[in-house]
């Protein structure tokens, strides 16, 4: 079983290197991460069943518990 | 005093026959399971022991008795429901209207979410078996809780308990741990309230079906706390905790999480360690208002008044099971115990900073992420049909098109197993619960099994004209390690009883 690195312990020095960091890496973070949603989105784009309106509403459950 | 239990979870899938909307369900869900059974199964089918019985103890670890059952009182088939057991100790059944995978017996949260994750499997292949059925049915099934449309069903879990433990301390000290387990257990889901719900995104499927704080209830009035007393081990000792409230989740992380800081609650509930009272002002509202909020501000009230977010309140558990943990076993603590703890800090404190950065670990920080993308780039209001078919396709067990497994598949998504863990859980038993002597007596004399439950397997045996009832009361016996070697050496079902009996 795979296990992945740790992540670095809470503390108040990190907290604060978040709160204080500067508005263009703020910036620059977010169009990467806008980049890196648009490539999974085509992707999944292709797999989407193609009348989502009809998938959707005859997606009908009975109860269970 | 860890996350180690006797434990498990139960799922109900979401069932739908492409192209006929109107396909009743309980015959799709039969399908289903006899399709797997017959795909499977090499030899008879046995039935789902219904009988409770009060069994004597044999100091190998088993409560033999035998006595003269007519199989016609053995039977659950009357309804017409399917069910079969599997060699790794599952149940696979008909459950209402939905099929459902109830895991065999695990002692920790890594093995809780491998044999969940086998389920999934197990599932697949059994839709995929129904497809070659006459009139090829496209059965498709989802591991989610509601359709959306005011249905809900269930992904349950269990936990064996100490008797001695008063269940008022369980419902005073779960309570508030359940209103905000959901922070990193929520599946996610498109719409807010039952029936005909609102536009918008909350964090879990299945809090707004929850009505009352304590009850017995699972199909209507949903309780926090459910009361049902089925210990399926001795009731003098155990009690078995059966936990409805929780969402069924794809990601291996909030499985893990889940079980596993549950597992460590409990562990303190028992321990009586909980002394701070954080009991929550109106646990029913605030458990719909932490849902509905997935940038986690939103506070919700104690009874002492003060005020936290569900993030918050997690954190005052989580700070008590460090304590608990360090104080119990210092550095001593076994690695699931320590790890369970890290991660949960871990992803409690990125939760309280942003959310999103939990989108690789969690399912609904993983989904919501996918619709604010698809939000952003085709300028989708919360009401349009292909945000809800996101929902819906995020949990179709289908590796082509389910969209867990593509964002896994992206790598967009941790994991914590296998393949090759997940594939062998399909057909193998945990070795350290009596799910091990129940798996590897389906496996290896499955003609000679009658019938069998979590409490019992049942032999017939030629030349005995009674059928012969093994119980398995203990969950902790019938390991590998007590019957292993048993197994091994005993050529046919009449040389393990022999043997078993002292014969």
């Known amino acids: 079983m795979a296990q992945e690195q740790k992540q670095p312990k809470k503390s108040s020095e990190t907290e604060e290197a978040v709160e204080t960091a500067p508005e263009t890496d703020v910036n620059e973070r977010k169009e990467a991460l806008d980049s890196d949603v648009d490539d999974i989105l085509d992707e999944i784009d292709d797999v989407l069943e193609t009348n989502a309106e009809d998938f959707v509403k005859s997606f009908i459950q009975k109860g269970g518990q | 005093m860890s996350v180690r239990r006797v434990m498990g979870t139960e799922v109900e899938y979401g069932i739908s026959v492409a192209g006929q909307p109107q396909a009743n369900p309980m015959v799709a869900s039969s399908q289903v399971v006899n399709a797997y059974a017959s795909s499977t199964l090499k030899a008879r089918r046995a039935r789902w022991d219904f009988e409770e019985e009060s069994p004597l103890r044999d100091a190998r670890g088993f409560d033999m008795s035998r006595q003269v059952a007519d199989p016609s009182q053995l039977t659950d088939e009357d309804l017409g429901l399917a069910n079969v057991i599997l060699t790794n100790g599952a149940r696979l059944y008909v459950d209402h209207a939905h099929p459902e995978f109830s895991c065999p017996e695990v002692t920790n949260p890594l093995d809780a979410v491998r044999w969940d994750k086998a389920g999934e499997q197990v599932m697949l292949d059994a839709s995929r078996a129904a497809q070659r059925l006459p009139g090829n049915p496209q059965i498709h099934l989802y591991k989610n809780n509601t359709d959306n449309k005011g249905v809900s069903y269930g992904a349950h879990e269990n936990y064996l308990m100490r008797r001695s433990t008063a269940f008022a301390d369980i419902v005073k000290h779960l309570t508030p741990f359940f209103v905000s387990r959901q922070v990193f257990a929520g599946a996610g889901r498109v719409g807010i309230g039952q029936e005909r719900p609102k536009n918008g995104f909350q964090i879990s499927q299945r809090a707004d079906f929850f009505e009352v704080e304590v009850g017995l209830e699972t199909t209507l009035k949903r309780p926090i706390i459910n009361t049902r007393d089925e210990p399926h081990a001795d009731p003098e000792k155990y009690r078995r905790l059966h936990v409805i409230l929780g969402d069924a989740n794809l990601a291996e992380i909030s499985t893990y999480l889940k079980v596993g800081s549950t597992s460590l609650v409990l562990a303190m509930i028992e321990d009586g360690y909980i002394t701070r009272d954080l009991s929550v002002d109106g646990p029913v509202s605030a458990l719909r208002a932490v849902s509905h909020d997935p940038t986690l501000k939103t506070l919700i009230t104690l009874k002492d008044g003060r005020k936290l977010t569900g993030v918050q309140l997690q954190m005052e558990y ?33 939760l ?18 996918l619709l604010l993308g698809y939000r952003d780039r085709d300028g989708l209001e919360w009401d349009d049909p292909k945000l809800h078919l996101i929902d819906l396709q995020y949990a179709d067990i289908r590796p082509e098109k389910g969209l867990y497994h593509r964002l896994v598949r992206a790598g967009r998504i941790e994991r914590l197993m296998t393949d090759d863990l997940v594939e062998k859980a399909m057909h193998e038993p945990p070795t350290d619960t009596r799910a091990y002597f129940r798996g590897r007596c389906l496996e290896k004399y499955s003609e000679n099994v009658a019938a069998a439950s ?12 009674s059928l012969q009832r093994v119980p398995t009361i203990d969950p902790l016996r019938g390991t590998k390690k007590h019957v292993g070697g048993l197994l091994d050496s005993s050529e046919t079902a009449v040389d393990l009883f022999n043997r078993l009996t002292g014969a």
């Open chain 2, 318 to 350: 989580l700070d008590l099971a460090k304590k608990f943990v360090e104080e119990r076993y210092g550095s001593d603590a076994d690695y699931q115990t320590k790890d369970v703890l890290e991660r949960w800090e871990s992803v409690l404190d990125r």
């Open chain 2, 352 to 369: 309280e900073r942003d959310p999103m950065e939990c989108a690789t670990e969690l399912d609904w920080v993983a989904k919501y992420k």
């Open chain 2, 454 to 465: 979590w409490d019992s397997v049942i032999f017939d045996l030629p030349g005995r004209e």
